[in-house]
C-alpha cells in the first residue's frame, strides 16, 4: 500500500523558514517522480513544485521560484521542501503526491501538513 | 500552457445521476486530464484518468458508479446512483511540460 507522510509544517513569522518533509512507502520511491501541492485555507488546489525521480531535474510555480527547493533522498525515501522567505500568502496545507509516470498524472496524495505564516 | 475552468458547485438528489464538467481553454483538445475527489476534512484522492478520446482508466477501488467522458474540450465526471459520501469537492488535473495544472474546484452537494 503506497503511503505518503508529511511532516515539519507549523507556525512561522514571515520571513522565516521551514523544512517540510515526505516519508514514502510502499512502492519504488526511486523511480517515480514526486510534486508537492498546497491549498490555502477555503481554496482550491495549487502545484508548488516537481521533481524528478533522480532529484536531477526540479521545476517550481512562479510563486515559490526562489525561495522553495525540493528535494529528495531516494536512499531514505524521503521528499523535501525547503521554504525560505515565507509570505502569509504561502499559509496552507501542503501536500506531496506522487505522479503515476513521468509525464502523467498525480496517482497519490500524503494526508498534508499545515503551514502558517504570520506575524 | 492550458487553463482548466470549473463551474463552483453542483448540487444533486441521493440516488439520482450528475455530470461534472472540466474545460480546457480553447486548442488543448488532445490534453489528457485527471479527477480528484476530496471529502470534507480529508486529502485530495485520484480518481481517475481520462483522454480526450473519452476513454478514461480508473483507480482501483473507485465504485463503478464513477465514469468519465470527453467531447472536445471538455472532460467530465458522472457520479450515478450518488451516495451521502459522494459530497465532496472535485478537481482535474492536467500537465504541460513541467507544469501542472489544477482546475478550480466543484463543490458537489448531495440533496
Known amino acids: 500500500e503506497v503511503q505518503l507522510l508529511e511532516s515539519g509544517g507549523g507556525f512561522v513569522q514571515p520571513g522565516g523558514s521551514l523544512r517540510l518533509s515526505c516519508a514514502a512507502s510502499g512502492f519504488t520511491f526511486r523511480t517515480y517522480g514526486m510534486i508537492w501541492v498546497r491549498q490555502a485555507p477555503g481554496k482550491g488546489l495549487e502545484w508548488v513544485s516537481a521533481i524528478g525521480s533522480s532529484g536531477d531535474t526540479t521545476y517550481y510555480a512562479d510563486s515559490v521560484k526562489g525561495r522553495f527547493t525540493i528535494s529528495r533522498d531516494n536512499s531514505k525515501n524521503m521528499l523535501y521542501l525547503q521554504m525560505n522567505s515565507l509570505r502569509a500568502e504561502d499559509t496552507a496545507v501542503y501536500y506531496c503526491?506522487?505522479?503515476?509516470?513521468?509525464?502523467?498524472?498525480?496517482?497519490?496524495w500524503g494526508q498534508g501538513t499545515l503551514v502558517t505564516v504570520s506575524s | 500552457q492550458p487553463v482548466l475552468t470549473q463551474s463552483s458547485s453542483a448540487s444533486a438528489s441521493l440516488g439520482s445521476s450528475v455530470k461534472l464538467t472540466c474545460s480546457l481553454s480553447?486548442?488543448?483538445?488532445?490534453?489528457?486530464i485527471a479527477w480528484h475527489q476530496q471529502q470534507p476534512g480529508k486529502a485530495p484522492r485520484y480518481l481517475m484518468k481520462?483522454?480526450?478520446?473519452?476513454?478514461?482508466n480508473k483507480e482501483s477501488g473507485v465504485p463503478d458508479r464513477f465514469s468519465g467522458s470527453s467531447s472536445g474540450t471538455d472532460r467530465y465526471l458522472t457520479i450515478s446512483n450518488l451516495q451521502s459520501e459522494d459530497e465532496a469537492d472535485y478537481y482535474c488535473?492536467?500537465?504541460?511540460?513541467?507544469?501542472?495544472?489544477f482546475g478550480g474546484g466543484t463543490k458537489l452537494t448531495v440533496l
Open positions: 503526491a506522487k505522479l503515476n509516470s513521468v509525464s502523467s498524472q498525480t496517482d497519490y
Open positions: 480553447s486548442g488543448h483538445s488532445g490534453y489528457i
Open positions: 481520462l483522454e480526450g478520446t473519452g476513454s478514461y
Open positions: 488535473e492536467t500537465w504541460d511540460r513541467n507544469t501542472r495544472i
